[in-house]
């Protein structure tokens, strides 16, 4: 079956619109656009995400820049191809978006069903603090799967630097955008964004569940 059910992938941000819609790309004559929303995180500090959503619900809706808005959706993934290497382009998909943005609890969630695809990346910070990075493919309808950065902390890092590639896993967290320094082969360093979910909660799931 092509239909994949939604419940793998849900995202739940409440925050303001950060810059312009530009244009994305059109399928089937129905056109998409990107732009940012700005989302407060507890230490009031901001995380700034990609955001595409599609014309139909644009209408009647004016998102200008500082717009407070609640928007659900999931977390997509594409390769774009550009000066020779691919690189993972990671957006929200826009289902439902409406202007009445209150003040929540968490601003900021998300919830994934998928499978371990790359070995888990252990590690520890200067300050001793345990870091797992991992890579998890969620998949969606016409057999398409997302993959997604994702990166655990303390507890969950012990956890999760024993999965195996296609353990299939649950996890809770947040969408984080993160500044860095990129070298690149000509000596200069460029300011890049990355995005990751930060893991607060995950659970393995028994075999016997691995597929639907």
């Given at each position: 079956?092509?239909?994949?059910?939604?419940?793998?992938?849900?995202?739940?941000?409440?925050?303001?619109?950060?810059s312009?819609?530009?244009?994305s790309?059109?399928?089937?004559?129905?056109?998409?656009?990107?732009?940012?929303?700005?989302?407060?995180?507890?230490?009031?500090?901001y995380?700034?995400?990609p955001?595409?959503?599609s014309?139909r619900l644009l209408?009647?809706?004016?998102?200008?820049?500082?717009?407070?808005?609640?928007?659900?959706?999931?977390?997509?993934?594409?390769n774009?191809?550009?000066?020779?290497?691919?690189?993972?382009?990671?957006?929200?998909?826009?289902?439902?978006?409406?202007?009445?943005?209150?003040e929540?609890?968490?601003?900021?969630?998300?919830?994934?069903d998928?499978?371990?695809c790359?070995?888990?990346?252990?590690?520890?910070?200067?300050?001793?603090r345990?870091?797992?990075?991992?890579?998890?493919?969620?998949?969606?309808?016409?057999?398409?799967?997302?993959?997604?950065?994702?990166?655990?902390?303390?507890?969950?890092?012990?956890?999760?630097?024993?999965?195996?590639?296609?353990?299939?896993i649950?996890?809770?967290?947040?969408?984080?955008?993160?500044?860095?320094?990129?070298?690149?082969?000509?000596?200069?360093?460029?300011?890049r964004?990355?995005?990751?979910?930060s893991?607060?909660?995950?659970?393995?799931?028994?075999?016997?569940?691995?597929?639907?």
């Amino acid at each position: 079956m092509n239909k994949i059910k939604e419940t793998t992938n849900i995202v739940n941000l409440c925050g303001e619109i950060n810059s312009n819609l530009e244009f994305s790309h059109e399928v089937f004559g129905e056109k998409f656009y990107n732009c940012t929303i700005k989302v407060k995180r507890l230490s009031e500090t901001y995380d700034i995400l990609p955001i595409t959503i599609s014309e139909r619900l644009l209408t009647d809706l004016d998102l200008e820049i500082g717009k407070k808005v609640n928007v659900t959706g999931q977390i997509r993934s594409y390769n774009k191809f550009s000066d020779g290497k691919n690189k993972l382009i990671i957006t929200v998909f826009i289902k439902e978006i409406s202007e009445n943005c209150e003040e929540v609890k968490d601003p900021n969630t998300i919830f994934l069903d998928g499978y371990i695809c790359k070995d888990p990346v252990y590690r520890s910070t200067p300050l001793g603090r345990e870091i797992t990075d991992l890579l998890i493919a969620v998949n969606r309808s016409y057999n398409k799967s997302d993959y997604i950065p994702s990166i655990a902390w303390g507890r969950n890092a012990k956890f999760s630097k024993n999965l195996q590639v296609g353990d299939r896993i649950q996890i809770f967290g947040r969408i984080q955008s993160r500044e860095y320094e990129k070298k690149l082969e000509d000596g200069t360093v460029e300011n890049r964004v990355a995005y990751e979910i930060s893991i607060s909660r995950m659970k393995k799931m028994p075999e016997n569940n691995a597929k639907e």
